[in-house]
């Protein structure tokens, strides 16, 4: 009598962590994407080729160098982290819509997984379709115009900081957003803003006071701006200071993340 009154059968049996189920959940969005590659993965990776050959022949040949670099190379390290923040964000925000429109969403609720453990298991697939994408672009720039990273770790760094943030905002995105033009609102109105006018194209100091100011408040730039350094060596802001504003900007955006699966926010109504 004395084990039946005391059985709690919300208690979770797994420890600490559930390792079966976050690695079942990380599987799935690993394989999701995995599955349809042509459109996750080819199709990016055509985009940034054809980001690059148009701007190569449209203003490389008539624009001098920026920050002491050609312009073609300037610019390759923002398309190639510009295509790994939308591929890594949409991972994320589609995988949970989908979900959410279709009804299925209870699947991933249902099992014993806190709300950690959801957020690394939508991490898991958006930072590693971010990644996938990277290491694609990163060759063909090698290969293609022989650039190559020119501090390699930093690279890495960056584009992982980069993926996990974008990653995070993508299931904020999806948990908030109630149907696909909601998502297609957020991701036209507020995602592509972001990466677009983050220094992707251009060197902030070209910019007016006013409008430079502003990009030094958006977490996409130093996140730009460190693959650039990373890449080819030059940065329009300290390295180190990039690396830190982006380390907290990917610990607040996974904490709102973790607080919406929590509590369930437009999940369980």
């Given at each position: 009598m004395s084990d039946i009154a005391t059985y709690d059968p919300g208690a979770r049996r797994f420890g600490r962590v559930n390792w079966l189920g976050l690695y079942t959940l990380c599987e799935r969005e690993v394989k999701r994407f995995?599955?349809?590659?042509?459109?996750?993965?080819m199709a990016p990776l055509v985009t940034a080729g054809l980001f690059m050959v148009i701007f190569s022949i449209a203003i490389g040949p008539r624009r001098g160098e920026?920050?002491?670099v050609p312009f073609v190379t300037f610019i390759a390290p923002g398309i190639l982290m510009m295509t790994v923040i939308q591929n890594a964000f949409a991972n994320t925000s589609s995988?949970?819509?989908?979900?959410?429109v279709q009804g299925n969403i209870v699947?991933?609720?249902m099992p014993p997984l806190s709300g950690g453990e959801m957020v690394l298991g939508y991490l898991a697939g958006g930072v590693a379709r971010g990644l996938v994408v990277a290491v694609v672009i990163m060759l063909g720039l090698g290969l293609v115009l022989g650039l190559w990273p020119a501090h390699p770790i930093a690279a890495f760094a960056f584009v992982l900081l980069?993926?996990?943030?974008l990653?995070?905002?993508?299931?904020?995105a999806g948990i908030f957003a109630e149907k696909f033009d909601q998502m297609a609102a957020i991701t036209n109105f507020v995602v592509?803003?972001?990466a677009f006018l983050s220094g992707t194209f251009y060197s902030v100091d070209a910019l007016p006071p006013v409008m430079f100011e502003i990009t030094h408040f958006n977490p996409i730039f130093y996140l730009i701006d460190g693959a650039r350094w990373g890449m080819i060596g030059v940065s329009d802001s300290p390295p180190l200071m990039g690396f830190g504003i982006s380390v907290v900007s990917v610990i607040a955006i996974n904490?709102?993340?973790?607080?919406?699966?929590?509590?369930?926010?437009?999940?369980k109504d």
């Open positions: 995995l599955n349809v590659w042509t459109q996750t993965l920026v920050m002491g995988s949970i819509v989908i979900s959410k699947d991933t609720l980069g993926a996990a943030f990653a995070g905002l993508g299931m904020v592509t803003p972001l904490l709102v993340a973790w607080s919406m699966f929590r509590r369930g926010y437009r999940l």
